[in-house]
């Protein structure tokens, strides 16, 4: 303890095969406003006992590793969705990510699409974000797979749930495909989705794009 301060250093854990560090400090000045600043790095922690640990048992297969750092700052005192601010990244890798609760709905609309999506995965996710106002925003999810990629923006409220647009490209993003890629632009354009909801169920609905819409932003006309 230093002052009116407490520090926590070189803290470490192993957490479902992968380590967690970090470091933070608590300000105690005997008053309601107790702040505190927290720094947390995560490595090659196993997605599928952490899914367990939050209830989520229905996963089958391997969800991969998460790996992470988050910078973050706020009140004890107050309670952690309305005062929270920060920033950090996630990484999963190597996992089959289509099991994931949130993308239930997902999957469902994609076999429409791709009568073969369940011989697909989705293997690794990626995204910055920034910690505020309630929310988690992000302008650069990132979710690859086989033969397709989920792009999104939008922000996760800690109260409302999602509130996001997300695109699926077909074919996944290399020298190989950028050709194939360019020439399903158009079809590609069908496939933007509104994510609203609950983490463990949000709902995914198609989004009315520019493929349907007149010259001056208005919809097409009915036939």
């Known amino acids: 303890m230093a002052g009116s301060q407490l520090y926590f250093t070189n803290i470490n854990a192993q957490v479902y095969g992968g380590t967690c560090t970090g470091q933070s400090y608590f300000t105690l000045n005997g008053g309601a406003d107790r702040p505190y600043r927290a720094e947390i790095v995560a490595e090659d922690v196993g997605m599928t006992e952490l899914a367990r640990f939050y209830g989520e048992t229905g996963a089958k297969k391997h969800l991969g590793k998460l790996t ?16 929270i601010s920060g920033n950090g990244f996630a990484r999963i890798e190597d996992g089959w990510l289509v099991e994931l609760p949130v993308l239930k709905a997902f999957t469902q609309v994609a076999r429409v699409v791709f009568s073969q999506f369940s011989m697909f ?7 910055d974000f920034n910690v505020h106002d309630g929310a988690v925003h992000t302008e650069n999810l990132v ?16 109260t409302a749930g999602f509130d996001a647009g997300v695109e699926m490209k077909p074919f996944r993003k290399n020298k190989f495909t950028r050709v194939v890629q360019w020439a399903s632009t158009p079809f590609s354009e069908l496939l933007k989705f509104n994510v609203q909801g609950p983490l463990s169920d949000p709902t995914w609905r198609l989004a009315v794009t520019s493929m349907f819409k007149g010259k001056n932003g208005e919809s097409a006309p009915e036939e």
Not at 143 to 158: I, N, P, S, V
């Open 68 to 83: 992470g750092h988050a910078s973050l700052q706020g009140d004890v005192g107050q309670p952690i969705g309305k005062n």
């Open 143 to 158: 979710l690859e797979g086989d033969l397709m990629t989920l792009k999104g923006q939008g922000r996760y409220d800690f």
């Open 121 to 127: 995965s989705q293997t690794d996710f990626s995204m």
